[in-house]
């Protein structure tokens, strides 16, 4: 008789066993010739080695199954079991458009046309700038095609960054180290990693660097090869901050540069690179464009008519220069 350990690192081991070990019940009542216990984030098996490779073989496709989709059901979990495909009926009116199961069965996807054109061209091009006011879903498009990209293992990690630039306060009044002076300014990063990721898998992911979240000056001197990067609040980078940023790409890399030209928070004496960026890099084959707008916005409903008085105002400041 043989023994086997399988450890589940990348899965929440409570979704796997069940509601009090419902599904682990599924395991033992198929593979009833096998010894079957679970001791934390550990499956412990012993039996024959013809039975034990069998049944490792399919709790890898149930941990596959788990990664692309943060839940399984009883009915997919028996149709991995006895060798049919659960892909092709789960949730089969969304295939086509849905970029990641989150948490909680929650679908993320495009939910208006221009994050949908954000979407094709992000997979027709390899830099991608998405330009748009707040509320748009620059951002959290950006995640999720990150997460999908990781989860479908096109990219082994994915960098989120952002210039640590403050919109009115300063770094060095905020109390803590650091990492906890900055940690508030990626806040909007984690939180859409949040809505796609279970945290204990998230949490792994952090600790062993496949996702990193860190200001944009500590990507200086690196090269990233096999990872999805992004750059949020790239309106809050200089000419040559972008420029580091963008050389850092490695030859399988992909990357977004999401910003809003309206929320510019440089001191006085520093210009934003990014308009200029996106004009001398126009027209390069391989890097895309992509302005979002308020009829995006995706938040409260007033946050579209709020977005669209701000503008009305600057161009109404613009005239009466212009005038002047």
């Known amino acids: 008789m043989s023994e086997l350990t399988i450890k589940l690192e990348t899965v929440d081991p409570v979704e796997f066993f069940g509601?009090?070990?419902?599904?682990?019940?599924?395991?033992?009542?198929?593979?009833n010739r096998l010894?079957?216990?679970?001791?934390?984030?550990?499956?412990?098996?012993?039996?024959?080695?013809?039975?034990?490779?069998v049944f490792s073989d399919k709790v890898h496709q149930l941990v596959e199954y788990l990664e692309r989709y943060g839940k399984i059901s009883d009915q997919h979990l028996e149709e991995i079991l006895h060798g049919r495909n659960p892909y092709e009926t789960n949730f089969p009116?969304?295939?086509?458009?849905?970029?990641?199961?989150?948490?909680?069965?929650?679908?993320?996807?495009?939910?208006?046309?221009?994050?949908?054109?954000?979407?094709?061209l992000s997979e027709d091009n390899d830099i991608l700038f998405a330009m748009g006011p707040a509320g748009t879903g620059?951002?959290?498009?950006?995640?999720?095609?990150?997460?999908?990209?990781?989860?479908?293992?096109?990219?082994?990690?994915?960098?989120?960054?952002?210039?640590?630039?403050?919109?009115g306060e300063n770094l060095g009044f905020l109390p803590g180290d650091l990492k906890e002076k900055i940690d508030p300014y990626l806040r909007p990063l984690y939180d859409a990693l949040d809505d796609m990721i279970p945290a204990d898998k998230l949490a792994y992911y952090m600790q062993n660097r496949?996702?990193?979240?860190?200001?944009?000056?500590?990507?200086?001197?690196?090269?990233?090869?096999?990872a999805f990067m992004i750059l949020?609040?790239?309106?809050?980078?200089?000419?040559?901050?972008?420029?580091?940023?963008l050389t850092r790409i490695g030859p399988s890399a992909q990357c977004i540069i999401t910003?809003?030209?309206?929320?510019i928070d440089l001191p006085k004496n520093q210009q934003s690179g990014l308009?200029?960026?996106?004009?001398?890099?126009?027209?390069?084959?391989g890097i895309g464009m992509i302005h979002l707008s308020a009829d995006d916005v995706v938040r409260h409903r007033l946050v579209k008519d709020i977005i669209k008085a701000f503008d009305k105002d600057a161009e109404r400041e613009q005239q009466f220069k212009n005038n002047n």
């Open 19 to 31: 509601f009090n070990n419902n599904k682990l019940k599924i395991l033992k009542k198929e593979f």
């Open 93 to 120: 009116q969304f295939q086509d458009n849905v970029l990641v199961y989150g948490n909680n069965g929650t679908l993320v996807r495009a939910r208006t046309e221009n994050q949908q054109k954000m979407v094709d």
């Open 138 to 167: 620059k951002t959290y498009t950006a995640v999720a095609l990150a997460v999908r990209a990781l989860k479908n293992k096109s990219v082994k990690k994915i960098i989120l960054t952002r210039p640590a630039v403050e919109a």
């Open 210 to 226: 496949i996702i990193e979240v860190a200001p944009l000056a500590y990507m200086r001197g690196r090269t990233l090869d096999n």
């Open 259 to 263: 910003g809003d030209m309206t929320q």
């Open 232 to 245: 949020d609040e790239a309106q809050n980078a200089t000419t040559l901050q972008l420029k580091m940023f």
């Open 35 to 53: 010894n079957i216990s679970a001791r934390g984030n550990k499956i412990i098996v012993a039996g024959s080695q013809e039975d034990l490779e």
């Open 275 to 285: 308009r200029k960026t996106m004009q001398i890099l126009d027209g390069i084959e």
